[in-house]
């Protein structure tokens, strides 16, 4: 329960190299370290069927990331043979966000079954935000620091990196762009939001959010007069 962003990344025929799916990583990464994430990892590679099997007791300090590689397909989950990935954390009490791509054996892949289409390089996973709204965590401006740095990953894979496959927002703003909706839906204040949303906007996310709002501008919203 709570609040969450689920989301998916493919690549195109174009990008079924290791090379190229190791280069579109590294460039979300690279975008990843130009927010203002509580922590990113380095980008971890994993080959071979022993390295990406996370019933593997050798691999227990990524056992998650591993988890989170494999591909849910009927009553099994498929591991992957290769997964090049990072991971973030956006801040206080928001989850992890994972960030990377998975190849699958052939025999998953393209398309083994008519309601799920596989591709040579994806990821699925979910990131939820809700409980960063907490008091103990920082309230309504962590929440929105959290929830919208997430969505700058998302927007940057789709505008830049052409690997974004999918996005389900659960506060509505990944469709909406409406901000005060959101601050609504986690239960905030929409003007106890607004000076530290500004700042946000201003220093990491270069003014490309859009609030939805009207009487919304991020330029003046944070000046005090």
């Known amino acids: 329960m709570g609040l969450t962003i689920h989301y998916s990344l493919k690549t195109g025929t174009e990008s079924k190299t290791r090379a190229a799916a190791k280069a579109l990583i590294e460039k979300l990464h690279e975008r990843a370290r130009g927010l203002l994430f509580d922590s990113v990892t380095e980008v971890f590679e994993f080959a071979g069927a022993a390295e990406c099997d996370y019933e593997n007791p050798a691999n227990e300090e990524h056992r998650g990331l591993l988890i989170e590689a494999t591909l849910p397909l009927k009553n099994h989950r ?4 290769h997964i090049i990935a990072f991971v973030a954390l956006p801040g206080e009490g928001c989850e992890s966000a994972s960030f990377g791509l998975s190849h699958y054996p052939p ?31 920082g309230g309504i401006s962590n929440f929105l620091h959290c929830h919208l740095t997430v969505i700058e990953m998302l927007d940057y894979a789709k505008r830049e990196l052409g690997i974004l496959d999918s996005v389900t927002d659960e506060g509505h703003y990944w469709e909406k762009r409406d901000l005060k909706a959101l601050v609504e839906r986690v ?15 201003r220093n990491t996310l270069d003014g490309k959010i859009d609030s939805g709002s009207p009487n919304f501008d991020y330029r003046t919203a944070g000046n005090k007069t």
């Open 78 to 81: 498929v591991k992957p043979n």
């Open 107 to 137: 025999e998953f892949g393209p398309w083994n079954d008519a309601d799920m289409p596989m591709y040579n390089w994806s990821w699925g996973t979910f990131c939820k935000t809700q409980y960063a709204a907490n008091a103990e965590n």
């Open 187 to 201: 239960g905030g204040e929409w003007n106890g939001a607004v000076a530290s949303l500004a700042t946000l906007i």
